[in-house]
């Protein structure tokens, strides 16, 4: 959007954000970055970063709400370039950020804004036969910078691929497996692991006399949960 008054070409404004989509890992930091342009003749005395605006039309500046306090930065490094650095990154930080600035005839907005996902890491499990499993390091959105995936096992680092896919051995007993990205590998996704505490429980208790019936019941701990259970006698 062009606020001017007189008569000045659109052609000059522009602003360009690069990428216009960023997807980053919840609790990292990410750099949203744009460049603009604007006539020769004016001067650019301020801008802001925003995702509302007012009934007056005037941008929320992000660097003053509440939530982001202490977690925003403007980090622009020369003329003409624009970056918004969030650090500790929020799920409720998915938003798309708009780029306003105000010279001193008139105010430009970038549009249509960069729009920014964040996600977190959920391990999955597909393909589990008598040898061996497939497990995914998955995301809600596809991760801006192609990073590296750290699988672990048991809380011990066993492997490293571009790859979000993993084959892993069929174990028969407890295990456990997480993964992160490098360089955040404090950031882990929750564990999924083998059955443990596998019980089974007769009821009625205590002493049973021939003839009478119980029924016998079998639980466990696992994560994804048991789907079949197998009674041996």
Same mark, same amino acid.
């Given at each position: 959007?062009?606020?001017?008054?007189?008569?000045?070409?659109?052609?000059?404004?522009?602003?360009?954000? =690069?990428?216009?989509?960023?997807?980053? @890992?919840?609790? =990292?930091?990410?750099? @949203?970055?744009?460049?603009?342009?604007?006539?020769?003749?004016?001067?650019?005395?301020?801008?802001?970063?925003?995702?509302?605006?007012?009934?007056?039309?005037?941008?929320?500046?992000?660097?003053?709400?509440?939530?982001?306090?202490?977690?925003?930065?403007?980090?622009?490094?020369?003329?003409?370039?624009?970056?918004?650095?969030?650090?500790? @990154?929020?799920?409720?930080? &998915?938003? =798309?950020?708009?780029?306003?600035?105000?010279?001193?005839?008139?105010?430009?907005?970038?549009?249509?804004?960069? &729009?920014?996902?964040?996600?977190d890491l959920k391990v999955t499990v597909s393909d589990w =036969?008598?040898?061996?499993?497939? @497990?995914?390091?998955?995301?809600?959105?596809?991760?801006?910078?192609?990073?590296?995936?750290?699988?672990?096992?048991?809380?011990?680092?066993?492997?490293?691929?571009?790859?979000?896919?993993?084959?892993?051995? &069929?174990?028969?007993?407890?295990?456990?497996?997480?993964? &992160?990205?490098?360089?955040?590998?404090?950031?882990?996704?929750?564990?999924?692991?083998?059955?443990?505490?596998?019980?089974?429980?007769?009821?009625?208790?205590?002493?049973?006399e021939e003839g009478e019936s119980v029924t016998l019941s079998?639980?466990?701990?696992?994560?994804?949960?048991?789907?079949?259970?197998?009674?041996?006698?």
């Amino acid at each position: 959007s062009l606020y001017v008054s007189g008569v000045i070409s659109k052609a000059y404004w522009r602003v360009t954000y =690069t990428p216009d989509h960023v997807c980053a @890992l919840k609790g =990292t930091s990410v750099d @949203l970055s744009c460049s603009y342009t604007h006539p020769a003749e004016l001067t650019v005395r301020t801008s802001v970063w925003f995702i509302t605006q007012k009934a007056d039309d005037e941008p929320v500046d992000v660097r003053e709400g509440e939530e982001y306090q202490g977690r925003v930065q403007d980090t622009q490094n020369s003329q003409n370039n624009c970056c918004l650095r969030i650090t500790n @990154l929020r799920e409720t930080d &998915a938003q =798309t950020y708009r780029f306003r600035f105000y010279t001193d005839r008139c105010d430009y907005t970038g549009e249509p804004g960069v &729009a920014l996902s964040v996600t977190d890491l959920k391990v999955t499990v597909s393909d589990w =036969t008598d040898q061996d499993m497939e @497990l995914s390091c998955n995301t809600t959105c596809t991760l801006s910078n192609n990073p590296t995936y750290i699988w672990y096992k048991n809380g011990q680092r066993v492997n490293e691929s571009k790859s979000a896919s993993c084959s892993v051995a &069929a174990v028969s007993g407890e295990v456990s497996y997480s993964c &992160a990205v490098e360089g955040h590998e404090s950031l882990r996704s929750s564990p999924v692991y083998s059955p443990k505490n596998t019980r089974a429980v007769v009821h009625p208790s205590g002493n049973i006399e021939e003839g009478e019936s119980v029924t016998l019941s079998c639980s466990s701990d696992a994560d994804p949960p048991v789907h079949t259970y197998y009674w041996f006698k």
